[in-house]
């Protein structure tokens, strides 16, 4: 089974109805470095993203230059 197949949004699909969507661009996996920026603060988000593995952390920096972690995901 894959980490598609084991998410919680998209367990329901069948692994053909998972393939279909993968194969016209509907589902893609993405990798992502450790530390690296997926979106930053004022980019419209025009997608839904399923976090399938890793450690996600919301930072912001404040008027001082200072960096604020609002929130922490960690995933197994």
């Known amino acids: 089974m894959t980490l ?12 053909e109805e998972i393939s ?6 509907s589902i ?3 990798n992502y470095n ?3 920026i997926v979106l930053l603060a004022g980019e419209e988000c025009v997608k ?3 976090t ?3 450690h996600i ?3 912001r920096i404040d008027e001082s230059g ?3 972690t609002l929130a922490e995901f960690p995933l197994s």
């Open 4 to 15: 598609i197949e084991k998410s919680t949004l998209l367990n329901l699909l069948t692994t």
């Open 20 to 25: 279909s969507y993968q194969n016209d661009g």
């Open 28 to 30: 893609k996996t993405v």
């Open 34 to 36: 450790q530390n690296e």
């Open 48 to 50: 839904l993203e399923n």
């Open 52 to 54: 399938l593995s890793g």
């Open 57 to 59: 952390v919301v930072e």
């Open 66 to 68: 200072h960096l604020m």
